[in-house]
Nanobody, 115 residues
Framework: VQLVESGGGLVHPGGSLNLSCAASGFYFNNYDMSWYRQAPGKERELVARIYNFGGRIVFADSAKGRFTISRDNHKNMVYLQMSTLKPEDTAVYYC?????????WGQGTQVTVSS
């Protein structure tokens, strides 16, 4: 099983970044896919989730109106488009796949929002 995040980096406040997560080693379509983040000294928190089979989406309040999550079940990919970024969005962003007792994590990608 592998989840590989990409697309992180340094961006100015107000800028945008697009994160990608490539999944392999499991039946992607069955899994709920999420993005979490963890800032220094803080607990890991859910940013956005897109459910399997129907693609219901939920966002953290901090992400609503600024972030978009999507998935491509043919390519086994999940994406997080982030806009109007703020310094408080600075964190390591993790991709998560969950199907009941099966729960997988990527290694994370750093997002830094700074002027």
């Amino acid at each position: 099983v592998q989840l590989v995040e990409s697309g992180g980096g340094l961006v100015h406040p107000g800028g945008s970044l697009n994160l990608s997560c490539a999944a392999s080693g499991f039946y992607f379509n069955n899994y709920d896919m999420s993005w979490y983040r963890q800032a220094p000294g803080k607990e890991r928190e859910l940013v956005a989730r897109i459910y399997n089979f129907g693609g219901r989406i939920v966002f953290a309040d901090s992400a609503k109106g600024r972030f978009t999550i999507s998935r491509d079940n043919h390519k086994n990919m999940v994406y997080l488009q982030m806009s109007t970024l703020k310094p408080e969005d600075t964190a390591v962003y993790y991709c998560n796949a969950n199907f009941g007792q099966y729960d997988y994590w990527g290694q994370g990608t750093q997002v830094t929002v700074s002027s």
